[in-house]
């Protein structure tokens, strides 16, 4: 089993900055890949970022290509997603997520873990 905390959401401005992290307790998270997914209102979970087990590979999504980085620390079981320029459409609850594989994947059903999420909200 694997226990992921999200933390660092908040209410920002349009073009501000914003890092996430995500706190795994349980087994093996240097074998897992990690994601982040977000969900806006009235919109379904869609995915932002991955990262390997190892963390030499990562993807984004092209709304965010660029914009935010993904990167993980093994050693303190902790996975961040450092957010740039924001803008209102960033707005949604983020979730970090952990696959039971080392590599990375853009589909929400290939992440057996979940966090509760944490809310980020981007004022234009």
């Known amino acids: 089993q694997v226990q992921l905390a999200e933390s660092g959401g908040g209410l920002v401005q349009a073009g501000d900055s914003l890092r996430l992290s995500c706190t795994a307790s349980?087994?093996?998270?240097?074998?897992?890949?990690m994601g982040w997914f977000r969900q806006a209102p009235g919109e379904e979970r869609e995915f932002v970022a991955t990262?390997?087990?190892?963390?030499?590979?990562?993807y984004y999504s092209d709304s965010v290509k660029g914009r935010f980085t993904i990167s993980r620390d093994n050693a303190k079981n902790t996975v961040s997603l450092q957010m740039n320029s924001l803008r209102p459409e960033d707005t949604a609850v983020y979730y970090c997520?952990?696959?039971?594989?080392?590599?990375?994947?853009?589909?929400?059903?290939?992440?057996?873990?979940w966090g509760q999420g944490t809310r980020v909200t981007v004022s234009s």
């Open positions: 990262i390997s087990s190892g963390g030499a590979r990562t």
């Open positions: 349980g087994r093996a998270f240097s074998n897992r890949a």
């Open positions: 997520a952990a696959r039971s594989a080392l590599t990375t994947s853009t589909s929400s059903s290939d992440f057996a873990y």
